[in-house]
């Protein structure tokens, strides 16, 4: 059994019109019912989208940075940064 894509509910028209209008490639893989679809994914764009959605993701575990407590941009930023350094961190040391 393959495991399936979640993000497979973006992969409408539109959103792909609209990503390509803002000078975006989009990167969801299409439907296997959806009709005209490629063969081609770019597999190796979807991983780079991927880490850094997980990335994104292990940032926003610090509570400090996903309730945004820092009202100016310059703090938040430092915080941003500070919580991406632990990860990195801890990334380094656990592999």
Excluded at 7 to 15: F, M, V
Excluded at 17 to 25: F, L
Excluded at 50 to 61: D, L, N, P, S
Aim: proline content about 3%; glycine content about 6%; some cysteine.
């Amino acid at each position: 059994m393959t495991r399936g894509c979640s993000c497979k509910g973006y992969a409408s028209k539109a959103n792909r019109a609209a990503a390509r209008a803002r000078g975006i490639a989009p990167v969801i893989p299409h439907k296997a019912n959806e009709k005209d679809r490629p063969k081609f994914l770019a597999k190796t764009l979807y991983k780079a989208r991927a880490r850094i959605e997980q990335g994104i993701g292990r940032v926003k575990r610090f509570k400090r940075v996903a309730l945004r407590c820092e009202k100016t941009a310059r703090n938040f930023r430092s915080i941003v940064s500070f919580a991406a350094g632990l990860c990195l961190i801890k990334f380094v040391h656990t592999s």
